[in-house]
């Protein structure tokens, strides 16, 4: 019979926030509730990331995400996991405009879905916000560098920091959300050197995705490091390929069916 005390304690923010120069941060993203259960068992803080828009819908960009959507999927990743802090990306339109819409959009993901953090993407911009949001309950962690909802702005998907006059904005955004009491900050695309850097100046983690082994923690799409997605970029190491696993088995079902050498009816549900 289980107890009270048996019960798992998930993954708290302060405990994400005390990790700062301490043992690196596992995170992966996550968008439904089997794949979360099994990356709950290895991962400090999952992310229901809006790279979901991509990955299971097959968007274009993270630009034509939904409110909706970001809680259908933090909801299963919630139901599927016991251990991991959940952090449910907001999506774009839905926290730019003023901090009261942010906190009313925020205030909805977390009361939906139960999960502990919301994350955004923005510098300096979008300090203000984050300072209204934490000052209300709700824990935030900022996403800098390379800022997909922004993709239009920036002309694609480009490494930020390769020449050094960038520099400075960078680092006064990780600069400007840690002060205003993000709890952590994922540092996207950046070159090492910066990232280095930015590390070194803030006092709350970082955590890196294409932008090197000095930061914090490292967070990958679940689905490329399981080279599940036809691209793929360069700096992520693929982990198994369960791509072609898939199509191999579906291959081996077609031919099952084809070849009527498929379970009769007194084998099916054991
Ligand atoms: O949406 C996402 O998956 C993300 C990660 C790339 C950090 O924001």
Known sequence: MS???DKVRRVTVPQIRARKRGEPIVSLTSYHAHTAAIVD???DFILVGDSLGMVMHGMESTVSVSLDLMITHGKAVVRGTKQALVVVDMPFGTYEESPGIAFRNAA??????GCGAVKLEGGARMAETIRFLTERGI???AHIGLTPQSSHIMGGF???GRDAESWAGHIADAEAVAEAGAFAVVLEGMVEPLAAKITEKVDIPTIGIGASAEC???ILVLEDMLGMNPWTPKFVRVYAEIGPLIGQAVERYAADVKSRAFPGEDETYS
């Open 3 to 5: 107890t009270q005390t």
């Open 158 to 160: 480009k490494t930020q």
């Open 139 to 141: 824990p935030v962690m």
């Open 41 to 43: 068992a290895h991962a």
């Open 108 to 113: 909805t993901i977390m009361k939906e879905t």
């Open 216 to 218: 914090d923690g490292q």
